[in-house]
């Protein structure tokens, strides 16, 4: 697999050196995943990020009354990972599965966090995702979750996710909502 995609996409956070590119480049290995496999398993203490070159993928975990609960969809250009798991070295939460046929650039997140001492530009994309998805994007959702109704919600994932409507089933974005897929059919058919 070409690995430019990943690299642009690594760019479009922070523009990295030939000689980073390449270090990093030497962690890649490509991997499918069939429908319905799982890259990360709850309860397994994680080692590896995924790129989505091809494919999509929910992460999930399972409620108390034993509900599927999604948390997030990793379609084509996103990193996938159970980030806290691998920062605590603890059991991950959630499960990340494949929801279409996937092809993934996957490498290792230790031997990844070793480059950051050798290498300031992969440092600062680190930091740049982070900031990007674990808190200019991950508190409006968070905030939103709590107040706002479910239509608003329903209606916000349609201005987010436009490219991602037509590729899940009602259950999955319910699931993603907290709402019930009689709730999204109610909500879904009042909007026409």
Do not use: C
Not at 19 to 40: D, M, P, Q, T, V
């Amino acid at each position: 697999m070409d690995t430019e995609l990943f690299f642009q996409k690594i760019r479009s956070y922070y523009p990295i050196s030939p000689e980073a590119e390449a270090a990093w480049a030497a962690l890649l290995r490509e991997k499918s995943y069939h429908k319905g496999e799982n890259f990360i398993n709850e309860g397994q203490i994680p080692r590896k990020v995924a790129f989505v070159a091809h494919g999509l993928f929910s992460q999930y975990y399972a409620s108390e009354k034993g509900e599927t609960v999604i948390k997030y969809f990793f379609p084509e250009g996103r990193l996938a990972a159970s980030v806290t798991a691998m920062l605590t070295e603890k059991p991950s939460l959630f499960t990340i599965t494949a929801i279409e046929t996937s092809t993934v650039l996957e490498y290792d997140f230790f031997a990844f966090k070793k480059l950051l001492n050798d290498h300031l530009d992969i440092a600062l994309f680190y930091i740049r995702y982070l900031e990007q998805h674990w808190i200019i994007e991950k508190e409006p959702l968070e905030i939103s979750f709590r107040a706002d109704t479910a239509k608003t919600k329903y209606q916000e994932f349609l201005n987010t996710y436009p490219q991602l409507v037509t590729r899940l089933k009602k259950h999955h974005i319910a699931s993603f909502l907290g709402i019930t897929p009689t709730q999204l059919s109610r909500i879904f058919f009042a909007n026409k």
